[in-house]
């Protein structure tokens, strides 16, 4: 089973930027998607961006221009860069990790991501 640990979370003003952040360990193979979720309470967990490991990236529309998603293969992490943040955005933002021939995604623990007015 892979294990992902999140950082980078925080309180923010609306405007501000944040890096999140998440490695993978444990039984790493054929990692094929990475990405990130989030969910407010009270609501479904939502896609907010994802990485393929041939960098082809896909994002939410409400994101999109505003968050950028990265990817270090070697490594085994991937990032969002948040930018232009506004109170909506609020949430805890979980990273996943997919692999090959296994159908549930590896989570992390979350991170939460608050942004003031």
């Known amino acids: 089973q892979v294990h992902m640990v999140e950082s980078g979370g925080g309180l923010v003003q609306a405007g501000g930027s944040l890096r999140l952040s998440c490695a993978a360990s444990?039984?790493?193979?054929?990692?094929?998607?990475m990405g990130w979720y989030r969910q407010v309470q009270g609501k479904q967990r939502e896609l907010v961006a994802a990485?393929?490991?041939?960098?082809?990236?896909n994002y939410a529309a409400a994101v999109q221009g505003r968050f950028t998603i990265s990817r270090d293969n070697a490594e085994n992490t991937v990032a969002l860069q948040v930018n232009s943040l506004k109170p909506e955005d609020t949430a805890v933002y979980y990273c996943?990790?997919?692999?090959?021939?296994?159908?549930?995604?590896?989570w992390g623990q979350g991170t939460q991501v608050t942004v003031s007015s």
């Open positions: 444990g039984s790493i193979f054929d990692i094929k998607a």
């Open positions: 990485i393929t490991r041939g960098g082809i990236t």
């Open positions: 996943y990790a997919e692999q090959v021939g296994i159908v549930l995604k590896s």
